[in-house]
């Protein structure tokens, strides 16, 4: 059974940093691809960043690039989310999920994942 466990969300200034860290285990983790999403109140899930199995490729969606760097260590089963230079509207549950294909070079869409976390609040205050 896959389960990934988010953590190191929380209350934070703008223009404050956090570090999420998802723990994954049931999975080759090695293998696969990982990737944080978030949802804010009433809108739709949206991908912020992925990460290669090998972490040679990464990918950011335009409104975090330059603000937050996906990195993981496959010796530890845990991919990471540092986020800097946080807004008001970063406010939101974020997600790591992991992809369902082992080896996939690089992933850019949401449809690729399979396994997700249950999320953490992270609250960006102004």
């Known amino acids: 059974q896959v389960q990934l466990v988010e953590s190191g969300g929380g209350l934070v200034q703008t223009g404050g940093s956090l570090r999420l860290s998802c723990a994954a285990s049931?999975?080759?983790?090695?293998?696969?691809?990982m990737g944080w999403f978030r949802q804010a109140p009433g809108k739709e899930r949206e991908l912020m960043a992925t990460i290669s199995w090998n972490a040679a490729n990464t990918y950011y969606t335009n409104s975090v690039k330059g603000r937050f760097t996906i990195s993981r260590d496959n010796a530890k089963n845990t991919v990471y989310l540092q986020m800097n230079s946080l807004k008001p509207e970063d406010t939101a549950v974020y997600y790591c999920?992991?992809?369902?294909?082992?080896?996939?070079?690089?992933?850019?869409?949401?449809?690729?994942?399979?396994?997700w976390g249950q999320g953490i609040q992270v609250t960006v205050s102004s």
């Open positions: 999920a992991a992809d369902r294909q082992s080896y996939r070079p690089r992933v850019t869409t949401a449809t690729a994942f399979e396994y």
């Open positions: 049931g999975l080759i983790f090695s293998r696969s691809a």
